[in-house]
């Protein structure tokens, strides 16, 4: 009897180590999924926090970049219309010029040929009205007649008595029409002489900018492309 009860509690205490040793079996390989699977989302959650700062990163690039290029064309446009204003300040000096005023009968004969036949006034600024005179005498027609107008700005222009069609030869207007050339112009002589740099360094035009300008508008102007409107 007491071999009997001694084999049954071996085989008791055998079952339950074989037990405890599956248990802690299942709870290693339960510990190491648990293990793998925690590795794999933090692995997870660290490629998406890495991919959105590499987003951030590059809006943020992009947006430096944006700022930067506004910045730039704010300085441009800002340099472009002092250069402009200078220009147009110096217009009616422009009138007085004497290679201006040498070109007045080309000038004239041009902006009339886009006129069809028949009678026309040419009004002009007072500065012009003895040369243009001279230079309508030069052309011989008896159907054009000069009119003197205090408020017309630097210039002329010629109209059709019957109202069909006039050309706009005022400095003013010829410098609008030649703007986008003559500022692609004013851009390239200001990075080649250097003051695009400092102008974004300091965020002022260049100081001698009016008096480039005011030459380029000064070759513009010579010659007369009149416009039918």
Not at 14 to 31: H, I, P, S, T
Not at 134 to 157: C, H, N, Q, W
Request: glycine share 10%.
């Amino acid at each position: 009897m007491d071999q009997l009860l001694a084999a049954l509690e071996r085989e008791a205490v055998a079952e339950v180590e074989e037990k405890l040793e599956r248990a802690k079996a299942e709870a290693a390989e339960l510990l190491t999924d648990c293990q793998a699977e925690l590795a794999q989302r933090l692995d997870d959650q660290l490629r998406d926090r890495e991919r959105e700062l590499s987003v951030q990163i590059a809006l943020e690039v992009a947006r430096a970049q944006r700022a930067g290029r506004s910045e730039v064309l704010l300085a441009r446009d800002g340099l472009l219309s002092r250069v402009r204003e200078a220009v147009v300040g110096r217009l009616a000096d422009l009138a007085q010029d004497s290679g201006y005023r040498a070109r007045l009968p080309e000038d004239l004969r041009e902006a009339v040929s886009f006129l069809a036949e028949g009678p026309a006034e040419v009004v002009c600024s007072f500065q012009l009205a003895t040369p243009l005179a001279a230079a309508l005498d030069a052309l011989g027609r008896e159907d054009l007649t000069l009119r003197e107008d205090p408020g017309l700005e630097p210039g002329f222009v010629v109209r059709a008595r019957d109202g069909h069609a006039e050309v706009d030869a005022r400095l003013a207007t010829r410098l609008e029409r030649m703007w986008p050339e003559l500022s692609l112009a004013v851009l390239a002589s200001m990075e080649e002489r250097g003051w695009w740099v400092r102008a974004e360094l300091d965020g002022d035009g260049p100081g001698g900018g009016g008096s480039g300008g005011a030459a380029s508008g000064n070759e513009g102007a010579g010659g007369a492309d009149g416009r039918l409107e």
